[in-house]
């Protein structure tokens, strides 16, 4: 069933903030503590609102995906000379999964990607997670390294990244 993606604005805070705990707590339960263990608050939401384009997946009427997409990620990737897209925070609503939500907020963010004429979409996970590892390589990401992003983070990030032919449009 086709998605409903909007781009968030300060109004859907509470619901990204809900969406985004339900992730949290589900990585948990999983062994992945990437998110950290603490649930996310309206100004946590609207923090990221503010400074990444947040988008929100709804499947009749119901709010069952989320992404974030950033054009630098200098914390996790380093100063990097390539241009890209870094998607962040990709979450499904605990009562959607198996609904292949992933699926459809991964085409939607490289089509993000190359109409904002980038072509290069990048993602970081604990690289502890097999499962989701694998998940990102079944959907077209391959894994280009490892980086821990200080001395002090127990995470240790596997670097995935995808090419994305660019929308060239010009106008007549």
Partial sequence: MNLKIVIANRR???ALAKILSGAVRYKMEHGDGAWGDTPYTRQEA????????????????ELVGTFSLQDKDV???????????????????QGAHGRHIG????????RETANMGYSLLRLDCD??????????????????????????????????????????????
């Fill in 46 to 61: 609207e923090r990221l609102i503010g400074g990444a384009r947040v988008y929100l997946a709804y499947q009749n009427e």
């Fill in 75 to 93: 914390r996790v990737w380093g100063a990097t000379r390539e241009s890209a897209i870094y998607l962040h925070r990709l979450a499904v609503s």
């Fill in 127 to 172: 690289e502890r997670n097999t499962s989701l590892r694998s998940y990102y390589e079944q959907h077209g990401f391959k894994m280009v390294g490892r980086r821990q992003p200080t001395a002090a983070d127990h995470y240790v990030a596997a670097l995935y990244e995808q090419r994305i032919a660019p929308n060239v449009y010009t106008p007549r």
């Fill in 103 to 110: 699926e459809q907020l991964l085409s939607c963010a490289a």
């Fill in 12 to 14: 859907d805070a509470e």
